[in-house]
C-alpha cells in the first residue's frame, strides 16, 4: 500500500477533478506483478493501468489500491469488473469510495467471492485526496491562496511594483502550483497593473481545459489585456448586473465567456455565487493569486483551505500593500487558524505551506 500512495501522488498534476489513484498487484506467490496510477482525468483508472502491467501473472493474486475500485460505467467501465475478469483472489483497499454514484465496489467484489480488506493507508489516501473529497464534499472547490511577499508580508511596493519580488526558483514552483490546480483567479485590477497571461506553462498536466477567472463586477477588463488576446476561450469573467451592455458586448466578439452572478454586499461578484459555479464546471481545486483585495474577500469569508506563501528575504515597508486586505479579523481569536505543513527553499526565497486543520473545518470534519 505504502508503494501504490507513492504511486498515486504521482497524478497529482493530471488526476484533478478525479481522486490520485495508485494500484499495486503482488501475485500468487507474493512477487510484485503489475503496477499503476490514475495519470490523466478521463483516462485508464490505476487497477486497470497495473492489471495491464501484471498480465496474466495476477490471477490468483492480490491488488493493492488506494482507492476502492469504481463500481459504475463512468468515463471509463467499472474496475470491479476488470478485477473479477483478471482472476485476483484479494483485494486491498486504503479508502472507500465517498461517491454514491461510484460506491458499491468492494460489496460487490465480496459478493463474487473476493476476499476484501479495507483500511490500510486510508488516512494517507484521505491527506493526498483532500482537494478532491472537499469538492466531493461540500460542492465547493479547494481554495489555495498564493502570494509572494517580501520579508514584511507585502506584494508590490506603495508605487505598485511587484515583478518580480521572489526569484525565478519560486515562480517555477508557482507555475507548478497552477499544473495541480483546475483555474486560477485574479480580479481585475491584478489584470489591469499586471497584464498577466495566467497560463500552466510546464507541461507537466496532460488535461486540456485549463480555466482563467477573472472576478471584474463591471466588465473593466481590457480587450486588449494578455488574457483576451490569447486563448480567449480559457478565460472566465465573473461579473454583476452592474456591467455595461457595450462592455459585454466588446468582450463577447473577443471570445470570453463571461457570467452574470449576484452582487455581495459591496455591489462586487459573490464569491460563493462564483465558487459554487466553478464547482459545478468540474473545479475541484483553485488557485487564487490576488490580488489584496481578492485575497481579503476570501479571508473575510473564511473561505481559504490552504495557502503557500513565497517569501523574499527584503523589506519592502511604508504604505506597501499587504498580501491580505479586506475586513480582517478583529481579535486574534476568531482568527482561523491554519497549521503549518511544508516549508521549502527556493534560491534565496521560502515557500511556507499552510493547510486549514480537518477539526477545524468548519463544515464539520471528515
Ligand atoms: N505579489 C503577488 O503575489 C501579487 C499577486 C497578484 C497581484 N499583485 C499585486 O496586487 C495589486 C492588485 O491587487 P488589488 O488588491 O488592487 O486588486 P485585485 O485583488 O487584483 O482586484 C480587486 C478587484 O476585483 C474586483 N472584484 C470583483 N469581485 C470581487 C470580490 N468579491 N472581492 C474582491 N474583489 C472583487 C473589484 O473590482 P470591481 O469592483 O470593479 O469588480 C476589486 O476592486 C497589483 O499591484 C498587483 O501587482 C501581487
Known amino acids: ?64 489500491v488506494t482507492l476502492e475500485p469504481c463500481a459504475h460505467h463512468g468515463k471509463t467501465p467499472p474496475c470491479v469488473n476488470a478485477i473479477l475478469a483478471a482472476g485476483l483472489q484479494r483485494v486491498v483497499v486504503a479508502l472507500s469510495e465517498p461517491t454514491s454514484q461510484a460506491g458499491g465496489g468492494c460489496d460487490h467484489l465480496r459478493a463474487e467471492g473476493i476476499e476484501v480488506h479495507e483500511g490500510p493507508g486510508a488516512e494517507r489516501s484521505r491527506t493526498l485526496n483532500r482537494r478532491w473529497l472537499h469538492w466531493i464534499r461540500f460542492h465547493r472547490p479547494w481554495v489555495t491562496l498564493k502570494a509572494a511577499v517580501s520579508l514584511d508580508g507585502r506584494v508590490a511596493t506603495r508605487e505598485g511594483h511587484s515583478k518580480w519580488i521572489t526569484g525565478e526558483g519560486a515562480r517555477d514552483r508557482g507555475l507548478e502550483l497552477r499544473e495541480e490546480h483546475d483555474a486560477i483567479l485574479v480580479g481585475v485590477e491584478t489584470i489591469l497593473a499586471d497584464d498577466p497571461r495566467l497560463t500552466r506553462r510546464l507541461g507537466l498536466n496532460p488535461v486540456s481545459g485549463w480555466r482563467r477567472i477573472i472576478l471584474d463586477s463591471k466588465l473593466r477588463t481590457p480587450t486588449d489585456a494578455v488574457v483576451v488576446q490569447s486563448q480567449p476561450e480559457s478565460t472566465l469573467i465573473y461579473h454583476t448586473v452592474e456591467a455595461p451592455v457595450e462592455d459585454r458586448r466588446r468582450l463577447r466578439e473577443a471570445g470570453v465567456e ?38 481579503g474577500s476570501f479571508n473575510d469569508a473564511d473561505l481559504i483551505d490552504e495557502v503557500a506563501l513565497f517569501i523574499a528575504p527584503f523589506i519592502i515597508g511604508g504604505e506597501a500593500p499587504s498580501a491580505v486586505a479586506g475586513r480582517g479579523v478583529a481579535t486574534l481569536e476568531v482568527a482561523q487558524r491554519l497549521v503549518f505543513e511544508d516549508i521549502d527553499r527556493h534560491g534565496d526565497d521560502l515557500e511556507i505551506r499552510a493547510v486549514r486543520p480537518k477539526e477545524a473545518d468548519v463544515h464539520g470534519a471528515d
Open 1 to 64: 500500500m505504502d508503494r501504490a500512495l507513492h504511486l498515486a501522488a504521482l497524478g497529482r498534476c493530471g488526476a484533478s477533478p478525479n481522486p490520485m489513484v495508485g494500484a499495486v498487484i503482488v501475485d500468487a506467490h507474493g512477487q510484485l506483478a503489475g503496477e499503476g496510477y490514475h495519470a490523466a482525468y478521463g483516462g485508464p483508472h490505476a487497477e486497470i493501468v497495473a492489471l495491464a502491467d501484471a498480465g496474466g501473472r495476477a490471477r490468483g493474486g492480490t491488488i493493492y
Open 258 to 295: 463571461m457570467v452574470e452572478l449576484k452582487a455581495d454586499c459591496h455591489g462586487r461578484v459573490d464569491i460563493e455565487a462564483a465558487l459554487d459555479h466553478l464547482a459545478r464546471r468540474e473545479v475541484a481545486a483553485l488557485l487564487v493569486e490576488g490580488g489584496p483585495t481578492v485575497h
